[in-house]
Every structure is written in C-alpha cells, then in structure tokens.
C-alpha cells in the first residue's frame, strides 16, 4: 500500500464518478474514513464493541450494483458517500478523520457487514466539496433521507 498521505484530491462528485465509471463500475474501489494512508499501513480496524482486531480495514464499497440498472452514477456515488458521512463525526477523539478513496481486496465482513479490505493502493482524498454535493444531491432526491448511522 501506499504510505502517503500526500494523495491528489478529488475535488468534486463529477470526477468521483468518472473515476468509478472509468474502473469498471468501481468494481475494487472503496471509501475509507480515517487520518489516511500513512496511519493505516499495517493496521486493521477494531470492532468498537468487543475491541477485537478485524482481519482489514473497514470500508464502504463504489461498486455499482447491477439492480442500480443505467440511473446515475453520481446519484450512487453521493449516496455511497452521504450514507456514511457521520463515520468523520463519530471519530471526532482521532482528529483529522477524512474520507480517501483507494483500491483494495475484500478479505471478510465486519460486524455491521461491511467489507473489511486489504488496500492495495490509495488513490486520492475526497474534498470536502464533494462530501457537500454528496449531500446536496441526496437531501433534493429526498429531503427525510438520513445517512447510516447507530447514534441517530
């Protein structure tokens, strides 16, 4: 993996998209929320539950699911995003929690059934923009839609 934190930055929904359209529907790539890269070479996540080590990192897929059918791509990828925007929040004792895009291999699935992933490559930061258009976009589809969240 790549142990820099020093990634290009996706700076809006538009080329998040085009980059999951352009990596075969975004098949290997996930968003990670975390201090970054460079923090988590060699680490895996921790159930916040019990403590127990996860055999990888927990991460919230882009792949396009094919019921998704041919609606927007960038109505998936800011649902992807805005569903789980509340990890940043939630992870407010680790200053500097961001969310960054990277290239990886499912090994299992976590407790919440999220994929727990092997990252094979960081690919960029997702700006703050994108997280507001993320939001945007999903509150006009619908404006009672909440993202995933246990402390509601």
């Not at 990888?56 to 041919?70: C, H, K, Q, T, Y």
């Not at 969310?99 to 992933?117: F, I, T």
């Not at 703050?128 to 246990?150: D, F, I, T, Y």
Request: hydrophobic share 35%; glycine share 8%.
């Amino acid at each position: 993996m790549t142990a820099s934190n020093d990634l290009p930055v996706v700076g809006d929904l538009d080329r998040l998209a085009e980059i999951v359209r352009h990596d075969d529907g975004g098949r290997d790539l996930y968003v990670r929320w975390s201090r970054g890269p460079s923090v988590d070479t060699g680490s895996t996540s921790r159930d916040a539950l019990t403590g127990v080590e996860l055999p990888g990192l927990s991460a919230n897929p882009l792949r396009v699911e094919s019921w998704w059918g041919d609606r927007s791509l960038r109505l998936w990828v800011a649902r992807r995003l805005y569903d789980y925007e509340h990890l940043r929040r939630r992870q407010q004792q680790q200053p500097n929690v961001e969310a960054w895009l990277l290239r990886g291999h499912e090994l299992a699935r976590g407790p919440d059934n999220e994929p727990l992933v092997r990252c094979e490559e960081a690919l960029a930061w997702v700006a703050e923009e994108a997280m507001r258009e993320a939001h945007r976009l999903v509150v006009e589809q619908h404006g009672g839609w909440r993202p995933l969240n246990r402390e509601g």
